[in-house]
């Protein structure tokens, strides 16, 4: 979140399965953002986002955590079939870039391009143990378990120092 209040973005949109509501009116700004649980219960991923301080929650959209995965799916894969954007609202049109986009660029590469790399270690969360060295926090999610590479698991990321560049691990 340091990395994105550098860059003056008001929020940030993440695919995770959740919704978090944010105060409307300017009379409630002093009230929390509350995590709520998504549409799609099975995919819910609200446990691990469970942790995120009101500082991050008030940042973060989901715009993931309104509608069920089968039909976010369906809907990615009908849009990319459509040839033409007229009748599209602006939204549909930026979904539908964006999963055009998605076909050829990685996450991870795009990420790389735009904000790098910076070794940081990886350790055990109860215990502090080293596990190994990554590339960046940003290329991690709580409640990631794929793409660790970490001997002894299945190990789930489930804290990130982002000050110290430290990834925890359960």
């Known amino acids: 979140m340091d990395a994105i209040s550098s860059m003056l973005f008001d ?13 409307n009116a300017a009379d409630q700004m002093d009230k929390p953002s509350v995590l709520e649980q998504s549409k799609d219960m099975v995919k819910d991923q609200t446990y691990f986002l469970s942790h995120l301080s009101q500082a991050q929650l008030k940042r973060l959209i989901f715009p993931l955590g309104s509608i069920p995965k089968n039909l976010a799916s369906h809907w990615i894969k009908f849009e990319s079939l459509q040839q033409s954007s007229i009748c599209l609202t602006k939204t549909e049109r930026i979904h539908k870039e964006y999963a055009s986009l998605e076909r050829y660029i990685k996450f991870s590469d795009f990420v790389t391009r735009h904000i790098g790399e910076m070794e940081g270690i990886i350790l055990e969360a109860e215990s502090g143990d080293f596990l190994g060295k990554h590339c960046g926090f940003w290329f991690y999610t709580i ?21 110290n560049n430290v990834v925890f691990v359960s």
């Open 11 to 23: 929020y940030v949109a993440s695919g995770h399965y959740a919704n978090v509501v944010h105060p």
């Open 143 to 163: 409640g990631q378990r794929q793409g660790l590479r970490l001997p002894g698991g299945p190990w789930y990321v489930v804290e990130k120092d982002v000050k």
